[in-house]
């Protein structure tokens, strides 16, 4: 079993809760909300019970240390950071083929700040 850790920049402020949050709001009168909602908590939890093991179509290796989760076209990025705890790092929601690199250049900036704050 995994941890999971979102990250917050040096502020608190945390883009991928603030989405969640908004979800969760727009959810009690919008099916869609509520499904895609729904998605995410259940690819967390298998993030949380079998980790990048889950494999496609949950989980799938972007870059270096950058891992995407992909519940519909919500993505994800994360980190497995150490003592079996994810981090995610990002979120956006994919509308092309490929993952745009500024969107992993986005999770990397937040790795980093992530790490420094960290140690």
């Keep these: 079993m995994y941890n999971i850790e979102i990250y917050e920049d040096k502020n608190g402020d945390s883009p991928i809760a603030n989405y969640l949050e908004e979800l969760n709001k727009k959810a009690k009168n919008s099916k869609e909300h509520r499904l895609r909602l729904k998605k995410i908590a259940e690819y967390i939890e298998l993030l949380k019970s079998y980790g990048t093991r889950a494999g496609l179509p949950a989980t799938k290796h972007l870059d270096g240390d950058i891992w995407e989760l992909r519940p519909m076209n ?11 705890v994810f981090v995610l790092l990002h979120h956006f929601i994919k509308k092309t083929q490929k993952t745009p690199q500024r969107e992993i250049d986005r ?6 700040d992530f790490l420094e704050r960290s140690e």
């Design 74 to 84: 919500d993505r994800i990025l994360f980190i497995y950071w150490k003592d079996n």
């Design 107 to 112: 999770a990397k900036r937040n790795l980093k």
